[in-house]
Nanobody, 127 residues
Framework: QVQLVESGGGLVQPGGSLRLSCAAS????????IGWFRQAPGKEREGVSC????????YYADSVKGRFTVSRDNAKNTVYLQISRLKPEDTAVYYC????????????????????WGQGTQVTVSS
């Protein structure tokens, strides 16, 4: 069974940092595309970062470039999202997603490309 479990969210002041984790099981993470997404109340789910299994590149939404870094630890089958210089507009539920049977390039930032999702972790940025 493909399973993803996010953790690491919380309440942080503007300018602060967080590291989100996504623990994967039931598949080999390093052969699959994996993405980080967020959804704020009343807004569409938005791709923020991903790792392509087509070209091995990382991709970022323009709104987070320079502040977010995606990485993975293959030995632990875990992917991370390091977030710095947090802004109030970063407040959202953050999800990780994967689809082991698909090959994704830049489309790894598209929510509809994925069939498997974690439960999400809340990030709140407020003074």
């Amino acid at each position: 069974q493909v399973q993803l479990v996010e953790s690491g969210g919380g309440l942080v002041q503007p300018g602060g940092s967080l590291r989100l984790s996504c623990a994967a099981s039931g598949f080999t993470l390093d052969r699959s595309p994996i993405g980080w997404f967020r959804q704020a109340p009343g807004k569409e789910r938005e791709g923020v970062s991903c790792i392509s299994n087509l070209d091995g590149r990382t991709y970022y939404a323009d709104s987070v470039k320079g502040r977010f870094t995606v990485s993975r630890d293959n030995a632990k089958n875990t992917v991370y999202l390091q977030i710095s210089r947090l802004k109030p507009e970063d407040t959202a539920v953050y999800y990780c997603a994967t689809d082991p049977v698909r090959i994704l390039g830049s489309k790894c930032l598209t929510p509809l490309a994925y069939d498997h999702w974690g439960q999400g972790t809340q990030v709140t940025v407020s003074s």
